[in-house]
């Protein structure tokens, strides 16, 4: 069995967005969880005089932190159940006529392989 779930959570924040992607798989004995979700965030904006004052612009800016990677694993000896978590945390710039926006962004991929509960407990 294959099911696949993707919401788009909604915030009074319209500077926000978030989507979250969950899919379960059953296959013999064990059950597959993966989960994707992007948040991003509109952190700044600024309007230029010009379309092409961007690119001087770009060059005077204080540099954002590199992006960050995190991954971590977790396993449970006892069960064989398996964790494995990727984040990336970031910055990006979008620019829309006149205005460049600062966009911070998260992205998590999370898998999970776990044995099924038997169905006779």
């Known amino acids: 069995m294959r099911e696949i779930v993707v919401r788009n959570l909604t915030s009074d924040n319209r500077l926000e967005r978030d989507c979250l992607i969950t899919e379960r798989m059953e296959q013999g004995d064990y059950t597959t969880r993966i989960a994707r979700r992007c948040t991003y965030r509109i952190e700044s904006s600024t309007t230029l005089p010009a379309l092409q004052d961007s690119v001087g612009w770009a060059k005077t800016l204080d540099p954002q932190p590199a ?3 995190f991954v971590t694993k977790r396993m449970d000896p006892d069960t064989g159940d398996e964790c ?3 984040k990336v945390l970031g910055h990006l710039y979008v620019v829309m006529d006149r ?3 600062c966009v911070g ?3 998590t991929l999370s898998m999970d392989i776990g044995s099924q509960p038997d169905p006779t407990l």
Do not use: K, S
Request: proline share 0%.
């Open 67 to 69: 992006r960050q990677v």
């Open 84 to 86: 494995v978590v990727y």
């Open 99 to 101: 205005v460049v926006f």
């Open 105 to 107: 962004f998260r992205h």
